[in-house]
């Protein structure tokens, strides 16, 4: 009898700690899910925080949910693709280029932009595409021809996870201390608020020593520099859907820093390979827009970030010459 209750006992404690684990896994739950839709710091609700303290988790999926899951391709008729350095393009900024997306993505090779590109015009037609190109584009190392659709279409706001409420106290605190992250307008143009922060207060680095400096590490990546020629074939395709679909495209390199840009020049075995890639794209596109080594706005300090990420005022300049005979950078056509 004895053993009986002391066995009751321990099911009826087992069951006691049963309902206590799934009371408080459901209350955590409930406030976790709630705490991070609340925020909603992968969405576009400001309700609580504004988007500028969101930080950027998965720039790639918050596009294409923008774009094409969430529908806002119809208020866009025109497309910017490239790596982060044309992310300074802002569409805003500019009568030619009202109706611009800008789809930018981080680090992004020219697969990825014929990616972008074939999913749109699924969608959508374009009128115009601005393709930014940059030489780091042609590294074995960036895996030319590989697409992580998972980044893109693959993206999950999965507003259960605590590794998603760290993501929601950080953007409170970023709120709350009035410190905004690095974020993406709704044109798709990256603001860098901080830094421009303190630009404006004066506080910012733009010394001829830090943009040196910053240039080296990616310098050494083209050690053993050499071209893949499989990118060519990829920017084929690209030229062969304007044609086929008929909007008007616009090629250009991203602009480094001049002083960057020279440690390349002074290499003469990678300058060539520069070289013989710009006569591609010129024989590939016919029109090519080539913004390095401008001396003239490429050596001011003030037009850069970093060693290759230009300024807004920069990016500005870029859309003026790609839509008219500005003085800025130098245009190869290919002969007939």
């Known amino acids: 009898m004895r053993r009986n209750m002391i066995f009751l006992k321990k099911r ?6 049963i309902k206590t684990f799934l009371l408080g896994l459901c209350i955590y739950i409930i406030f976790i899910l709630g705490f991070n839709t609340l925020i909603d710091p992968f969405g576009k609700s400001e309700l609580i925080c504004e988007n500028k303290y969101k930080p950027i988790v998965n720039e790639r ?37 009202k109706g611009f997306y800008n789809f930018g993505v ?10 972008i590109l074939k999913e749109w015009l699924k969608n ?87 943009l040196v400096e910053d240039a080296i590490p990616n310098y050494n990546k083209f050690s053993n520099f050499e071209v893949q020629e499989s990118v060519f074939e990829t920017l084929k395709e690209i030229e062969k859907l304007s044609h086929e679909y008929k909007f008007e495209l616009y090629v250009f390199t991203t602009p480094m820093y001049y002083e960057a840009f020279q440690l390349y020049q002074k290499n003469e075995t990678i300058y060539k390979k520069f070289l013989y890639i710009n006569e591609q794209l010129k024989n590939i596109f016919g029109r090519v827009y080539f913004f390095d080594g401008d001396i003239n706005l490429t050596s001011n300090n003030i037009n ?33």
């Open 12 to 17: 009826i404690s087992v069951r006691k700690w």
């Open 61 to 97: 999926g918050y596009k294409y949910d923008y774009i094409f899951k969430e529908g806002n391709i119809k208020n866009y008729d025109s497309l910017i693709l490239g790596s982060s350095r044309v992310m300074q393009l802002i569409p805003s900024h500019s009568q030619y280029t």
């Open 106 to 115: 981080s680090v992004a090779n020219n697969a990825e932009k014929l990616f």
């Open 124 to 210: 959508k037609p374009l009128k115009k595409v601005y393709l930014g190109i940059d030489y780091y584009n042609f590294l074995i190392d960036t895996r030319p021809g590989y697409v992580n659709y998972y980044k893109f279409y693959g993206f999950s706001k999965n507003y259960f996870s605590f590794s998603t409420f760290l993501i929601t106290l950080k953007t409170i605190s970023n709120s709350i201390k009035n410190k905004p992250e690095v974020f993406i307008e709704k044109d798709g143009a990256l603001n860098y608020y901080s830094k421009n922060k303190e630009i404006e207060e004066g506080l910012f680095d733009f010394s001829t020593k830090k």
């Open 304 to 336: 850069y970030y970093d060693s290759v990420h230009y300024r807004p005022i920069l990016g500005d300049k870029i859309i003026l010459r790609l839509n008219s005979e500005s003085a800025f950078g130098k245009l190869l056509i290919k002969d007939n």
